[in-house]
């Protein structure tokens, strides 16, 4: 959507300072290191949730909508509680 580009732009420059920042060296770096460890999990989790929205506007069978719907309650279990 062309529209959001400066947002997405924001974002990314922002993700950008955010992951320098926990990967410079420093004090407590393993800590950055894991809590950049858990975020990127939890980023992960969001792919079968973006795929179940395009299998939706591309009227995909059922069966598949199905899977995506349990791939994404799963994915969302294991990496965000």
């Known amino acids: 959507r062309p529209r959001l580009w ?4 924001g974002h990314h420059v922002l993700q ?3 992951n320098m920042s926990c990967l410079l ?4 770096l393993d ?3 894991c809590v950049l ?3 990127y999990m939890a ?7 973006r795929l179940s929205s395009l299998a939706r ?3 995909s069978s059922e069966g598949l909508l199905r899977f995506l719907r349990l791939a ?3 994915s969302f279990a294991l990496s965000r509680l």
């Open 25 to 28: 060296p420093g004090p407590s």
């Open 6 to 9: 400066a947002g997405r732009l």
């Open 37 to 39: 460890t858990i975020a």
């Open 16 to 18: 950008t300072v955010a």
């Open 57 to 59: 506007r591309k009227s």
């Open 31 to 33: 800590a950055r290191h």
């Open 43 to 49: 980023e992960a989790s969001s792919v079968p949730l």
């Open 72 to 74: 994404t309650l799963t």
